[in-house]
């Protein structure tokens, strides 16, 4: 089946520690997203690419990174200058990053700092 | 700045029950209005995806409309059923910035039994 894997499911990371969530697709899509979710609030978006080897900051960018260096993989890193990094994470998909299309979403990966 | 608003947060409401949901938004200027899902630690499946140029969608039990004028959709679930229970977002893609979907904080649907 087509569809968008994130793992791990729980992640907890302790100070001063990066941490790397990770989102495969096989899909074929050429965009794809990150998302934050925090109780009580809408997803903002944290990054997105539209192709290889190219991305851009979303509205929380600061603390995070990406790298896009497969079609199929787009892995989140949570920096140490990331000081609230408790939320749940989404990561999304679109077939070509044009407008009008659906976004599909992985299942989420909820973290947790100890 | 585009912002997405939906009212009320939750909702209870018993099983066969036709219901409505309600989401506004401040821009008018947007591609399309995308309706999702979402049960509780999961992620989102999209329901119903609105173009600008269109006033309505339909699938199965659910029905959204869009009045972009106004700045609001509505999603309409007809004979609700406990299934139908979960968070139900909308969310808007602005034509200006860059920043793609701007998602609402969802309503929070339970339909008792």
């Known amino acids: 089946d087509g569809g968008i894997t994130q793992s791990p499911k729980y992640l907890f990371r302790k100070e001063g520690q990066n941490v790397t969530l990770s989102c495969e697709q096989n899909?074929?899509?050429?965009?794809m997203y990150w998302y934050r979710q925090d109780p009580g609030q809408g997803l903002r978006l944290i990054y997105y690419?539209?192709?290889?080897?190219?991305?851009q900051k979303g509205d929380i960018a600061e603390g995070y990174s990406v790298s896009r260096e497969k079609k199929e993989s787009f892995p989140l890193t949570v920096t140490s200058a990331q000081k609230n990094p408790t939320a749940f994470y989404l990561c999304?998909?679109?077939?070509?990053?044009?407008?009008?299309?659906?976004?599909?979403f992985g299942s989420g990966t909820q973290l947790s700092v100890l | 700045k585009q912002e997405v608003t939906q009212i009320p947060a939750a909702l209870s409401v018993p099983e066969g029950e036709n219901l409505v949901l309600n989401c506004s938004f401040t821009d008018s200027a947007i591609y399309n209005l995308q309706w999702f899902r979402q049960d509780p630690g999961k992620g989102l499946t999209s329901l119903l995806l609105i173009q600008s140029s269109q006033r309505e969608q339909t699938s199965g039990r659910l029905n959204a409309s869009l009045d972009k004028s106004s700045g609001r959709s509505t999603l309409y679930i007809a004979a609700s059923q406990p299934g139908d229970s979960a968070t139900y977002l909308c969310a808007v893609e602005s034509t200006s910035g860059t920043y793609k979907y701007i998602f609402g904080t969802g309503t929070r649907l339970k339909v008792l039994a």
């Open positions: 999304a998909s679109s077939s070509s990053g044009t407008v009008n299309e659906k976004l599909f």
């Open positions: 690419s539209q192709i290889v080897n190219d991305f």
């Open positions: 899909l074929n899509h050429d965009a």
